[in-house]
């Protein structure tokens, strides 16, 4: 039997391996790019960029930015602004960078007036001639000026709302800067507020959302959602409309509302990340949701943007590239900056690529394991037929909607760090020295 058992091993040992046939990559080749991370998306984009038609609605000029332009409601759709940005003048707003706080905040605007904050949290207004009108800060006494950063604005009702990363809601005189009241939110408040018919909606701590009422601020109702360690400062606001509100949590998850009662309508999860991306565990919802009749567009930092059906919640397309600033749907199509710093078109039908254009990556090209930080870009928002983008590299661009190709561009001292808005056919936008810059 041993003598047996041996020949049966000396045989096996005799047959040859058999070699498959074709090119041999390494493992790492395979499944990673020159960026650093697997391409998924590349099975559902042809590679081609398309120059497709658009319909834009119409330029109109607008008095008024009082919130972010997810909710229809508020929603300036085109606005109207010159074909070639020049500056007009900058205007100190407070503090800006520091290590340990940076400006976070978008801008808002109404009566002639621009509301920023700062890095410090103090809050300007800044008139249309760049004279600055009043200041408050809504950091408490008892706290310092770097312990915490961050916030959002929005205008409505005659109140100008506050959010700060002391964990406040506070409202705001918006001619003098009197504070009328404030509410602790019991955790951060860095997400940005969305006003509508006497309430004001926002998420605290990227998991609970609350309902307050902008007279007084008293509590309407509160809803939990699942808490995630892994946020980014400055959450999406919160999406409106007559019937709902749609809120997002740091876990990735939307929740849907009815609007006055809080009795919750549905929720869903922006689920999927783009396997091989240190980044994409990052599960926030940053491409702020955007309604668009029944449809609402949102996006994550993990890849992964979505079409959902306003009423029901239901999924009606995913595309692999995730949204770091908000979105923008317009003419049948959608606008927004990926998780590769790419500026794409989307078909709002299917969710699939026409074009992208790329945009400033990492700000040091040294070994690919070596990189310390990449550009951000705020925006786009359609505006004077073109989509605008903000870019801390220290440039605001203008590109073709239709083709994706670059149609001007203009310095910004400082690099921006918010999304431009529009008023009265000026421009906008705060930038990292703590400024206020106009353009024309």
């Given at each position: 039997m041993a003598g047996l058992a041996g020949l049966v091993l000396l045989g096996a040992c005799g047959e040859r391996e058999v070699v498959l046939p074709g090119e041999r990559l390494g493992v790492r080749e395979v499944l990673q790019s020159e960026e650093g991370f697997i391409d998924q998306s590349e099975a559902l984009n042809d590679g081609v960029n398309r120059a497709e038609a658009i319909s834009l609605p119409a330029m109109s000029t607008n008095g008024s930015w009082p919130q972010a332009a997810g909710s229809p409601l508020f929603r300036v759709d085109h606005a109207r602004l010159s074909s070639s940005l020049t500056p007009v003048w900058s205007a100190n707003i407070g503090q800006g960078d520091k290590r340990r706080v940076r400006i976070s905040t978008d801008p808002v605007g109404d009566a002639g007036r621009i509301f920023t904050m700062d890095s410090a949290s103090t809050v300007t207004a800044t008139g249309t001639d760049g004279t600055t009108l009043w200041q408050a800060s809504v950091a408490p006494a008892r706290d310092g000026v770097g312990d915490a950063g961050g916030g959002g604005l929005a205008v409505g009702g005659g109140r100008l709302f506050v959010t700060s990363g002391f964990g406040t809601l506070t409202a705001l005189d918006p001619a003098t800067g009197a504070e009328i009241w404030q509410q602790k939110l019991e955790a951060t408040g860095t997400g940005t507020p969305s006003y509508h018919d006497g309430i004001v909606y926002v998420?605290?701590?990227?998991?609970t959302a609350w309902a307050l009422e902008a007279d007084t601020g008293r509590i309407r109702w509160q809803l939990d959602g699942f808490a995630d360690i892994t946020n980014v400062s400055g959450g999406p606001a919160p999406v409106v409309s007559d019937k709902q509100v749609v809120f997002s949590f740091g876990s990735n998850e939307l929740q849907s509302t009815f609007r006055e009662g809080g009795i919750r309508l549905w929720s869903t999860s922006l689920a999927g990340q783009r396997q091989g991306s240190v980044a994409a565990t990052v599960s926030d919802v940053t491409g702020d949701p955007m309604q668009v009749g029944n449809v609402i567009y949102a996006g994550t930092h993990s890849g992964r943007t979505m079409a959902l059906n306003a009423d029901s919640g239901e999924r009606l397309w995913t595309a692999r590239d995730g949204a770091l600033d908000?979105?923008?749907?317009?003419?049948?199509?959608?606008?927004?900056?990926?998780?590769?710093?790419?500026?794409?078109?989307?078909?709002?039908?299917?969710?699939?690529?026409?074009?992208?254009?790329?945009?400033?990556?990492?700000?040091?090209?040294?070994?690919?394991?070596?990189?310390?930080?990449?550009?951000?870009?705020?925006?786009?928002?359609?505006?004077?037929?073109?989509?605008?983008?903000?870019?801390?590299?220290?440039?605001?661009?203008?590109?073709?909607?239709v083709s994706g190709a670059l149609a001007g561009s203009v310095a910004i001292p400082g690099g921006a760090k918010s999304r431009p808005i529009v008023m009265g056919g000026v421009l906008y936008v705060v930038s990292g020295n703590g400024q206020l810059h106009a353009f024309r």
């Open positions: 998420v605290s701590g990227d998991s908000g979105l923008w749907a317009t003419g049948g199509s959608v606008f927004f900056v990926s998780d590769r710093n790419e500026l794409l078109r989307l078909d709002a039908s299917d969710g699939s690529r026409i074009w992208s254009t790329p945009l400033p990556g990492y700000t040091r090209e040294n070994r690919p394991r070596k990189r310390k930080a990449i550009h951000a870009h705020y925006g786009p928002i359609l505006a004077g037929g073109r989509l605008i983008v903000a870019s801390s590299d220290g440039q605001i661009r203008s590109f073709d909607p």
